[in-house]
């Protein structure tokens, strides 16, 4: 049995106290339980509050709650419980889910286990509050007021000021590609798409199964997050990187290997690279990649490009736009400030309590914003990313033929393949499997590999730039239930170019 003093040392108060004695236990302990349980309470009233106020209704609610693991040593008790929740916004079409991490503590007093404390993994609740003084009427009153404010600043939008600054924005995006030889355009609906793929949707054991683990790494330990790691994962699916190990590890497009050497001390820390056998700042820190962003910007090399918007406590998002929001990242308050990264799976308006998100660390599927979260966020909208390639001279063109890959001069590949990502589908659903290139090639091909490792294989299509065919799914087999798809394209100089993504059923 694993030893009690592996366990979290920010707990040691209630292991000396089981230790200690009986009698020093039964009074101490009672008056910590009081404490504790009065937390959950305030808690509780807090969310049902807010939520209330917000307009959110909950139906079809179902808690299922799971054992992952349990330590007993003398009078103490550490047990790590998983709890699944499922139910349907009242409104909302798509059902959602959400599960949290619990580490409960229990303490012999009088012969009997006592629950003396509940730690939540990943909530910024507790970070801010337990263990403090507070009001909880007053921090009720507080929350309620900075929603009325988000109203009444949204109510004075102005419009045209908005319109002119997505246009100055466009401008601008508009000036960067005119300078680039590589460009891919994001792809908002792959992006929460594939979101929707790794997040789990139904009770399990284990919190991090439908996790990518295959091809990305998990950082979900116990005192790390997994949140910007798959938003980084989500924006790669966005810009059409191909969910293989191969070609994540080789830090394939769209992934920045170079990153910002110039001019900065810190310039490894201004990659966004994902691949697995290492750890790269701003793919896995919300705000290193806060930083990414902001020296992509004013960068001349590959990179991402995207727009960033810092959203007052007092506001909604008016100024990002509704279509905007759907594929683009948030930060909010987690257990540091801006510390959690969620991925925008739909939103019917710009008001907080109109977004719903996916997540990890906790995972999260097609939550509502307004429900978790509040106070100042981060809107990052990916737009475009780039590398500008030297050829024959500083950012000359390269030269294509038509059905070419290969620039004649330098030997620069161009193609890549955008799938159509699906969201995931109910079992003998048939499905459209659609692809393109961004150029014309002669022959394109399409496979699907079912969770049973059978594959079938499609006829291919020639001097074109797109292939698209029915499939239906047959298999589903919890939690290995993933259809893994495979384009390959061969360009007229006989470039191969392959992507793979994935679908989910259910």
């Not at 995006?173 to 139904?202: L, M």
């Amino acid at each position: 049995m694993e030893e009690i003093s592996a366990m979290d040392n920010s707990n040691d108060e209630f292991r000396s106290d089981a230790v200690g004695g009986q009698a020093n236990s039964a009074a101490v302990m009672a008056e910590k339980l009081k404490k504790n349980m009065q937390f959950m309470k305030d808690k509780a009233v807090y969310f049902s509050e807010i939520r209330q106020y917000n307009g959110l209704q909950r139906t079809n609610f179902k808690v299922e709650y799971a054992v992952q693991n349990a330590v007993v040593q003398g009078n103490l008790s550490v047990i790590d419980i998983l709890e699944n929740i499922s139910f349907h916004y009242v409104g909302v079409k798509d059902p959602s889910f959400s599960q949290e991490e619990h580490t409960v503590y229990l303490v012999k007093a009088g012969g009997e286990w006592i629950v003396a404390n509940i730690e939540t993994k990943y909530d910024w609740f507790d970070e801010e509050y337990k263990d403090t003084t507070y009001k909880l009427s007053s921090l009720i009153e507080a929350e309620k007021q900075t929603i009325q404010a988000q109203a009444v600043n949204s109510a004075n939008v102005n419009l045209a000021e908005i319109e002119a600054a997505a246009e100055e924005e466009s401008a601008t995006e508009a000036e960067i590609i005119a300078n680039a030889a590589y460009v891919r355009s994001y792809n908002k609906d792959n992006a929460w798409k594939y979101a929707y793929t790794y997040t789990t949707s139904t009770a399990t054991s284990n919190p991090n199964s439908y996790y990518n683990e295959a091809v990305f790494n998990d950082y979900s330990g116990p005192k790390a997050g997994d949140c910007m790691n798959f938003a980084s994962q989500s924006i790669y699916a966005g810009f059409a990187g191909s969910n293989s190990l191969d070609q994540v590890k080789a830090g394939a497009a769209p992934q920045d290997t170079v990153g910002l050497e110039k001019n900065q001390t810190n310039a490894e820390k201004t990659k966004w690279f994902g691949r697995p056998s290492e750890t790269y700042w701003a793919w896995t820190s919300c705000s290193y990649f806060r930083n990414y962003i902001d020296y992509s910007a004013s960068d001349d090399g590959t990179r991402l490009y995207a727009v960033k918007k810092s959203i007052s406590a007092s506001s909604d998002f008016s100024e990002v736009g509704t279509a905007n929001l759907i594929g683009s990242i948030i930060h909010v308050n987690g257990t540091a400030t801006l510390g959690h990264a969620v991925v925008v799976n739909a939103a019917t308006g710009t008001a907080r309590n109109q977004i719903y998100y996916s997540a990890h660390s906790p995972n999260s599927k097609n939550l509502n914003l307004a429900d978790k979260y509040s106070g100042a966020m981060v809107s990052i909208r990916p737009v475009f990313f780039y590398d500008i390639t030297a050829c024959t001279g500083t950012y000359a063109s390269h030269t294509f033929s038509e059905t070419n890959s290969k620039c004649t001069r330098c030997g620069y590949v161009r193609t890549y393949i955008t799938p159509t990502l699906l969201s995931p589908v109910e079992k003998n659903t048939t499905v459209t499997l659609t692809a393109k290139t961004n150029h014309t090639v002669s022959s394109i091909a399409m496979s699907v590999t079912n969770p049973k490792g059978e594959t079938k294989t499609f006829t291919s299509e020639t001097n074109t730039n797109s292939i698209s065919r029915t499939y239906t799914p047959t298999v589903a087999s919890h939690p290995d239930d993933l259809y893994t798809v495979t384009v390959t394209a061969v360009s007229g100089d006989d470039v191969t170019t392959t992507s793979i993504w994935t679908f989910r059923t259910y």
